[in-house]
């Protein structure tokens, strides 16, 4: 005997479906995910490490060219430290102007009393000139022979010409022409010397008419001159010793003379 059938359909509780069954596609999508994740990240981290290695080669940039030499510099080697130091400059200063006279020694100052005493004792004096030209005569005897020491000096002043130093080279150019041709004195030899002054001659010559010979040294030192003669009696037979004496002694008068215009 079985169980009435219920006369209306039975009404089954809902329940919600059952889950499909799990698939291998989030997984597929979950790696391909985290490919995309590490290739930004790493192309991102490649450009920032790039800009930041740009920025620190401009900052240190300015040290490398401080530190690089100049074309200048690179283009010779560096001196090694055992090499020789380079010799001084050979260029010389400019050459000072000499100093001009302004005024002529004293002929009976510039000679001292010594000298005029050995070569003329007690001599008779007679001076003459100025400032720019001076003369001075001893003249006397020397057991009962004659003697006689002339003196003078003579410049030609700055002030009163554009080349005095050339004047004098004229003045004694023509000194020496005239004693070529002296009308008073046969002129017996004359010629130049060296190691006087700036310039200088001597000549030997005998008084016409007169028992004398004559030793005369004329020199210049830039616009000056001064001239020396030494006369004496010229015994006979003895031109040559008196020759010889008259020009040593006018030498040495001449060299102090010399010493009174440095």
């Not at 005029?116 to 720019?132: C, D, E, F, K």
């Not at 005239?178 to 004359?190: E, F, G, H, Q």
């Not at 190691?195 to 001597?202: I, N």
Request: glycine share 6%; proline share 11%; net charge neutral.
């Amino acid at each position: 005997m079985g169980l009435p059938r219920p006369p209306d359909a039975f009404h089954r509780v809902y329940s919600p479906p059952d889950p499909p069954p799990q698939s291998r596609r989030p997984t597929v999508i979950g790696v391909l995910t985290a490919v995309v994740v590490l290739v930004v990240g790493t192309i991102g981290y490649v450009v920032y490490d790039r800009r930041d290695t740009g920025a620190k080669a401009a900052d240190r940039a300015p040290s490398a060219a401080r530190l690089r030499p100049s074309p200048a510099a690179s283009s010779s080697p560096p001196a090694s430290p055992n090499a020789a130091a380079s010799p001084p400059s050979t260029t010389s200063p400019p050459a000072a102007v000499p100093r001009l006279y302004t005024l002529a020694p004293q002929a009976c100052v510039v000679v001292s009393s010594d000298t005029v005493q050995r070569l003329v004792p007690a001599a008779t004096i007679a001076r003459g000139g100025g400032t720019t030209a001076s003369t001075c005569d001893y003249s006397g005897k020397s057991r009962s022979r004659y003697r006689e020491l002339r003196v003078e000096t003579q410049i030609f002043a700055p002030a009163g010409s554009p080349d005095p130093v050339d004047d004098a080279k004229v003045a004694i150019d023509n000194r020496w022409a005239d004693a070529k041709s002296d009308p008073v004195v046969r002129t017996l030899d004359i010629e130049h010397v060296n190691g006087l002054g700036d310039e200088a001659y001597q000549r030997f010559a005998s008084d016409k008419g007169q028992p004398t010979v004559l030793g005369e040294v004329v020199v210049r030192v830039r616009n000056s001159l001064a001239a020396v003669s030494y006369v004496e009696d010229a015994p006979d037979g003895d031109d040559e010793a008196a020759r010889q004496r008259c020009l040593t002694e006018a030498t040495a008068v001449v060299r102090e003379i010399l010493r009174a215009l440095q």
